[in-house]
């Protein structure tokens, strides 16, 4: 009896080992994969004309402030001390809002990015899944991650070519 007990532990492992090892792997690299949808070149275009127009914004304000200080600079001889103190403190003020600004302006390009770019990894990521489940993997492993020390290719699918087919990418 302990015989037969032991003989069936010993068989379901070498079974569950087996079928552990028979798992499909796959691997992708997902950066790859978004950079070739048109999406992208879509969202860098947009990306392109709003920092063109921040960039105008802050243009804006630096020419002004340029002609202010020029202007301090012909008038400061001839300028009374309370004067002088009144455009030094402007001057300041000017400087400072456009530093302002500028954060503000980096901010809003963050956002804006992260705003365009959201869209394009979720609909890449379903069909990542979607090709994933369809293909019975266990695991997919992000090459776009660097996390990997080593892939033995004879083991691993690329399922790149599989992904694009899914998004219409040739």
């Given at each position: 009896?302990?015989?037969?007990?032991?003989?069936?532990?010993?068989?379901?492992?070498?079974?569950?080992?087996t079928s552990l090892f028979a798992q499909k792997l796959g691997r992708i690299n997902s950066q790859e994969?978004?950079?070739?949808?048109?999406?992208?070149?879509?969202?860098?275009?947009?990306?392109?004309?709003?920092?063109?127009?921040?960039?105008?914004?802050?243009?804006?304000?630096?020419?002004?402030?340029?002609?202010?200080?020029?202007?301090?600079?012909?008038?400061?001889?001839?300028?009374?001390?309370?004067?002088?103190?009144?455009?030094?403190?402007?001057?300041?003020?000017?400087?400072?809002?456009?530093?302002?600004?500028?954060?503000?302006?980096?901010?809003?390009?963050?956002?804006?990015?992260?705003?365009?770019?959201?869209?394009?990894?979720?609909?890449?990521?379903?069909?990542?899944?979607?090709?994933?489940?369809?293909?019975?993997?266990?695991?997919?492993?992000?090459?776009?991650?660097?996390?990997?020390?080593?892939?033995?290719?004879?083991?691993?699918?690329?399922?790149?070519?599989?992904v694009k087919a899914e998004l219409g990418i040739k």
């Open positions: 009896m302990k015989k037969l007990i032991k003989l069936t532990l010993v068989a379901a492992l070498v079974l569950s080992s994969l978004i950079s070739l949808m048109p999406e992208t070149t879509q969202m860098q275009t947009d990306l392109q004309t709003y920092a063109t127009e921040l960039n105008a914004q802050i243009e804006e304000v630096q020419v002004e402030l340029n002609n202010k200080f020029a202007d301090f600079q012909k008038k400061q001889s001839t300028m009374k001390d309370l004067e002088r103190q009144v455009a030094e403190k402007e001057l300041n003020e000017l400087g400072a809002r456009l530093e302002q600004f500028r954060q503000v302006a980096s901010e809003d390009f963050s956002k804006k990015q992260q705003e365009l770019f959201a869209p394009i990894q979720e609909k890449a990521m379903a069909a990542i899944e979607k090709v994933s489940k369809a293909g019975g993997y266990a695991v997919v492993i992000d090459l776009a991650a660097g996390s990997m020390i080593y892939i033995d290719e004879a083991q691993v699918t690329d399922l790149l070519p599989a």
